[in-house]
């Protein structure tokens, strides 16, 4: 039996996109959020140790903004960063957050994770999305909801599995990435 496959734009299978927060930021601490910023969203994935803290204490972060597993994470702003992609693959290690800088876009109706390889493969199509001036283009998160057309099949199963597929890739890749910098460091 064959799986039927669908289109839909972007917009329709997310229930939450927004920016960041504007962070108040510390030194790591006991009072201290993560943050992941556009430094942090590079190479398709995430790069906790360029991280910064933000002192919750002092300025409380809404739930909603807080990085969940399976958020996809795009650059928002900047020449050569804007539209950048990653995927949070798994809960973040500590109450974690992004700035201003950074959009986060939460499933529906999709496994998020076949969601996010989707999105990725459009990362050239979303960083020529960027608009404004020299150095300061920023995404216009009204065209990334109406102009990225998602395929996807019917079946959640076969979704999870193309997720899988691309996981199962990407942990093979990390492997030998780890062993080309220990044979580089010999």
């Known amino acids: 039996m064959a799986c039927e496959w669908h289109?839909?734009?972007l917009g329709e299978l997310i229930s939450y996109i927004g920016k960041g927060v504007a962070p108040k930021y510390i030194n790591d601490g006991l009072d201290a959020t993560m943050v992941l910023g556009q430094k942090c969203v590079r190479n398709q994935s995430l790069q906790y140790e360029?991280?910064?803290?933000?002192?919750?204490?002092?300025?409380?972060?809404?739930?909603?903004?807080?990085?969940?597993?399976g958020d996809i994470l795009i650059n928002a702003t900047?020449?050569?960063?804007?539209?950048?992609v990653a995927q949070v693959m798994a809960d973040p290690s500590r109450q974690c957050i992004t700035d201003?800088?950074?959009?986060?876009?939460r499933a529906k109706d999709i496994n998020p994770f076949?969601?996010?390889?989707?999105?990725?493969?459009?990362q050239k199509t979303i960083e020529l999305m960027a608009e404004g001036?020299?150095?300061?283009?920023e995404m216009n998160r009204q065209?990334?909801?109406?102009?990225?057309?998602?395929?996807?099949?019917?079946?959640?199963?076969?979704?999870?599995?193309?997720?899988?597929?691309?996981?199962?890739?990407?942990?093979?890749?990390?492997?030998?990435?780890?062993l080309n910098d220990y044979l580089l460091a010999v």
Do not use: C, M, W
């Not at 001036?133 to 283009?137: A, D, L, R, V």
């Open 7 to 9: 289109s839909a734009p």
């Open 50 to 69: 360029q991280a910064r803290f933000h002192n919750s204490a002092e300025k409380a972060v809404n739930p909603d903004k807080e990085v969940r597993k």
């Open 78 to 84: 900047g020449v050569g960063s804007a539209g950048r």
């Open 100 to 105: 201003g800088h950074v959009i986060t876009l």
């Open 114 to 122: 076949y969601l996010g390889y989707f999105v990725k493969s459009k």
């Open 133 to 137: 001036s020299t150095g300061q283009t």
């Open 143 to 178: 065209r990334l909801q109406s102009e990225i057309i998602v395929t996807f099949p019917e079946s959640k199963d076969l979704q999870k599995r193309i997720a899988e597929y691309g996981l199962a890739i990407d942990k093979k890749i990390t492997v030998n990435n780890q």
